[in-house]
């Protein structure tokens, strides 16, 4: 069966510090990653996507970037974190158009 | 993508079936209507997915009309664990999966 990871579950970071969130999914290949995040009481917001190695697209203009050096890794980034970049962050895969499957997100405060 | 209209939040007693319903007067022929259920703190978790009349598993109902332009989620006997957040969307992804989050519905299960 298929699972995704997601670390850390929790992450304080100073303002201006660098972020890297990491996501990693087992027993599929090739699925499409997604990268969300939820502010406190709102529905989730996506944020990239990715159809492939090297393939990854963006949804709004933002302080993140992502990268997925493998397969089944997709990796969230920040060079220089903003007080707005705090929320709960979560990955979500899929096999094509199928449903999509969700991490169990990391909650990141930043301050 | 095909917006979607559901109220913010419902009252509910344990015991109780428990119906939640969606507008999505704009929805394409190509898209199909999915349910996730969100706990504090948790990534979403697919409940249910149909693209016309009735849909039923281990865990709900999902009642379509025939003009799609709405939708219905059917919870029997609800439980105090059934209080959470459900979220309807719609749509048809191609290869990209990506999926548009209102604000979603919460469930409040009183004992």
């Known amino acids: 069966s298929q699972t995704i990871h997601q670390w850390p579950a929790t992450l304080v970071q100073p303002v201006g510090s660098p972020l890297s969130l990491e996501c990693t999914v087992e027993g599929t290949s090739n699925p499409n990653l997604y990268w969300y995040r939820q502010a406190a009481g709102r529905g989730l917001q996506l944020l990239f996507y990715?159809?492939?190695?090297?393939?990854i697209s963006s949804e709004v203009p933002q302080n993140l970037s992502a990268s997925r050096p493998q397969d089944r890794q997709f990796i969230l980034s920040s060079k220089k974190l903003l007080l707005s970049d705090s929320g709960f962050y979560l990955c979500?895969?899929?096999?094509?158009?199928?449903?999509?499957?969700f991490g169990p997100g990391t909650r990141l405060l930043v301050l | 993508l095909a917006k979607t209209t559901q109220p913010i939040s419902m009252d509910s007693y344990e015991g109780q079936e428990v119906n939640i319903t969606c507008s999505h007067n704009?929805?394409?022929?190509?898209?199909?209507i999915t349910w996730y259920q969100q706990f504090p703190s948790q990534g979403p978790r697919f409940i249910i997915q149909?693209?016309?009349t009735k849909v039923t598993n281990e865990v709900a109902s999902l009642f379509i009309p025939a003009d799609r332009k709405s939708s219905t989620l059917s919870l029997p006997r609800v439980s105090l664990s059934d209080t959470a957040v459900y979220y309807c969307?719609?749509?048809?992804?191609?290869?990209?999966?990506?999926?548009?989050f209102g604000q979603g519905t919460t469930l409040q299960v009183k004992p």
């Open positions: 990715s159809i492939g190695i090297d393939q």
């Open positions: 969307l719609v749509g048809f992804s191609g290869n990209t999966g990506k999926l548009i």
């Open positions: 149909g693209y016309k």
């Open positions: 979500a895969w899929s096999q094509g158009s199928e449903t999509q499957y």
């Open positions: 704009n929805i394409a022929t190509n898209d199909y």
